[in-house]
């Protein structure tokens, strides 16, 4: 049984397949370096963001695709978004819909620009791909040897050299964000930097833990390899070649009279700058991102063989590495979809954005759908996997699902063992004697039955007094295995297993960090995207970091955490944000908190 995450429930959507002779646009046209490129002439544009409707078959598409879309901007889910799916031929349909602004009452478009998040990644991952088969970069070799300036901390003795190629499918073990100056102008070159104060979270090829600091420097990588900017260096040789000419990281005015406003509850919202700029900082339109999935169907990417290609879409985890049921590639995700068979895609998430991005390459059809709305990417993905099935069964296509290889857990489960558990629902504290489950984060105990294959499960009782947003918990089966040095609380819900969380552990600094238990006022802000409100407690014996991260959310973040010596603590758990370190520091006298950045000064007398 393949081991999944509770952070994308569940892991497979959106495949795509070959519509064949479909394409409604006219023969393509040769580019520069013979590149291709397509547009609409001779068929149903419109002047105005070349808006291509569908006829024939896809017109029912269309028709079908729309009503989910107005249902979706009538429940407010997105204020506007933008759609391409094309096939190996070019576009298919393309299409916006809503307000790309709601203030001025602007449509959305086929051209209007976005700012696409970590849609970005693939682009960085292509240009390392590029600079790869030059022999510029050597995906393997040690990240020391190929970019200057580079190192980290561990707080393990044995180490293993970061790769390249470790940063492209996250699985390098460093911090997944460095918070402080993230949503700053601060140039992303200065994360190599930065980096040398920070601790990774594993060894490498240990965790999939999901990193912007890795595409960071993957773009000093591109632009230390290269010997050009980071953006030059993506314009000239990807977006240009490419006839992506409203593609950038940086705005021009034309292309900022085309952006369209970031919502938030329906509101317009000033968007952040952004310092992580590889990783998730590049503006697009639906048709641009449609050129590029052309040309990757058409594997006729500059400087790319089809090698290259195959390469970024074949999973990357090793085995006994713990993934969460993700299957990384390079740049891309892997999955494999009952309804819709393999696909690559990447979703993309920033503030006031959401975009989904996917791709069957040996089918021949691509899709991205961009919106401009807070929690968009969920949308993105939904209306991306509708559009793909109703494509389908307008083909009468017929999918044979393939199980992707990647690494399972063999070990036999084991009985749950008591204590602590880091998870994504907070701190569980577990007593198979009784047997009983704490929910500390919602303060409930919950009565817990042991059933014959040893894993257990909240009672009928008790998993309906849960709240609405932890019904989850009374949909699953627990049970543990030992992995990597660790106990795994494991969840089975409808057939499919996850790692729900790891088991924490005392050590010999709980009584020194006891001290430190109060509250902290953050003393370096960054406006309006700080974290604020730090502090320590102790719950039911487990030393938690609480914190507030108002831009994000208006709930107090509650996490365990584990002292590994008498200045330095770990966030307990596995996946993105876990393994960080909350460090004591001294700042003019006094001894402060160090976390991703952030220093927050005691509250109290000072220590």
């Not at 993957?218 to 000419?245: C, D, K, T």
């Not at 290259?308 to 085995?319: G, H, R």
């Not at 504290?429 to 257990?456: H, K, N, T, W």
Request: charged letters at 20%; proline letters at 5%; aromatic letters at 6%.
């Amino acid at each position: 049984m393949a081991i999944s995450s509770i952070h994308g429930l569940p892991a497979a959507i959106l495949t795509l397949l070959w519509l064949g002779g479909l394409s409604a646009c006219t023969p393509l046209k040769q580019g520069q370096q013979g590149y291709v490129f397509w547009d609409c002439r001779d068929v149903p544009c419109e002047e105005s963001g070349k808006t291509l409707i569908p006829h024939g078959k896809f017109a029912e598409v269309r028709q079908q695709a729309r009503k989910l879309i107005q249902g979706m901007l009538d429940e407010e889910m997105v204020a506007g978004l933008s759609i391409a799916l094309v096939d190996s031929k070019g576009p298919l349909w393309i299409e916006g819909f809503g307000q790309a602004d709601s203030r001025s009452g602007a449509a959305a478009a086929a051209d209007t620009v976005y700012r696409i998040g970590s849609l970005s990644k693939p682009l960085t991952a292509l240009g390392v791909m590029q600079l790869a088969a030059r022999g510029k970069i050597d995906l393997d070799s040690p990240l020391v040897m190929q970019l200057s300036g580079f190192s980290i901390r561990y707080h393990q003795t044995q180490r293993m050299a970061i790769t390249p190629r470790q940063l492209l499918s996250h699985r390098s073990g460093l911090p997944s964000d460095l918070r402080k100056g993230m949503y700053t102008a601060t140039p992303f070159m200065r994360v190599t930097e930065l980096l040398k104060n920070e601790y990774a979270d594993y060894p490498p090829n240990t965790v999939y833990d999901y990193s912007n600091l890795g595409y960071d420097l993957l773009g000093a990588l591109i632009q230390e390899s290269s010997g050009e900017s980071f953006r030059h260096y993506q314009q000239s040789q990807l977006f240009e070649p490419l006839g992506m000419h409203n593609t950038a990281y940086v705005l021009s005015s034309a292309l900022e009279q085309h952006l369209a406003a970031g919502h938030e509850n329906g509101q317009v919202r000033p968007q952040p700058p952004l310092r992580d700029t590889p990783a998730l900082g590049l503006y697009s339109t639906a048709v641009d991102l449609g050129r590029l999935l052309t040309a990757l169907l058409q594997n006729r990417i500059p400087g790319l063989h089809k090698g290259s290609l195959v390469e970024m879409w074949t999973p990357q985890t090793v085995k006994g590495e713990i993934a969460f049921g993700f299957s990384p590639g390079l740049g891309w995700f892997i999955e494999d979809d009952k309804g819709l068979g393999r696909v690559v895609r990447h979703g993309g998430a920033t503030l006031l954005f959401g975009s989904e991005m996917a791709l069957l390459p040996g089918q021949g059809l691509g899709v991205v759908v961009l919106t401009n709305s807070a929690g968009g990417n969920r949308v993105a993905r939904q209306l991306a996997a509708t559009i793909l099935h109703l494509a389908l069964q307008e083909r009468g296509s017929r999918i044979q699902v393939r199980a992707i290889s990647t690494p399972r857990i063999h070990e036999r489960s084991q009985l749950v063992p008591s204590g602590g558990y880091a998870t994504d629902l907070g701190l569980l504290m577990i007593d198979p004697e009784r047997p009983r489950l704490c929910a500390c984060i919602i303060e409930q105990m919950l009565d817990m039955v042991r059933f014959d294959d040893g894993s257990y499960g909240l009672t009928p009782e008790s998993a309906a007094e849960l709240p609405s947003g932890y019904k989850i918990l009374g949909e699953m089966r627990f049970r543990s295995r030992r992995m990597g040095g660790r106990d795994l609380l494991l969840a089975d819900r409808s057939g499919e297993e996850m790692v729900l969380g790891s088991r924490i552990e005392g050590g010999r600094w709980y009584r020194v960090w006891r001290q430190q238990i109060g509250s902290y006022r953050t003393i370096n802000p960054d406006s309006a995207y700080s974290i604020e409100d730090l502090s320590i407690s102790n719950e039911k014996g487990v030393l938690c970091l609480h914190y507030r991260a108002p831009h994000l959310s208006d709930q107090t973040i509650r996490v365990p955490i584990k002292p590994v010596s008498a200045t330095e603590a770990v966030i307990e758990g596995l996946g993105r944000g876990r393994g960080e370190t909350v460090s004591i520091v001294e700042v003019n006298g006094k001894q402060c908190l160090r976390f991703s950045g952030y220093l927050g000064e005691p509250m109290g007398p000072s220590r």
